[in-house]
């Protein structure tokens, strides 16, 4: 009985981490996405020409939100790494 208890001790203490190291990677792309929006206005409201830069910072965009909030990734992980 107490091995039971000590392992769901373990994958609640892994829960817990997995939860707490999702939350910083999503704080992290937040200030990202935010540096990026700034940058981008920046950039456009000085160089109008330049749309290359701006259309490579939307698309790096597009792929974070994709990557981090929308988790694409798990759509084609296999079924131990969707866990």
Known sequence: MAEKKES???SEEQ???NRNEAYRIGIVVLVLLGVFTIGEYWLGSIAIGWWAPLVAIAV???SLVLR???HI???FA???EAH
């Open 8 to 10: 769901t001790s373990n």
């Open 15 to 17: 829960l817990v981490e």
């Open 60 to 62: 790096l965009k597009a």
């Open 68 to 70: 981090d909030y929308m």
């Open 73 to 75: 990734g798990r759509l």
């Open 78 to 80: 296999g079924e131990e």
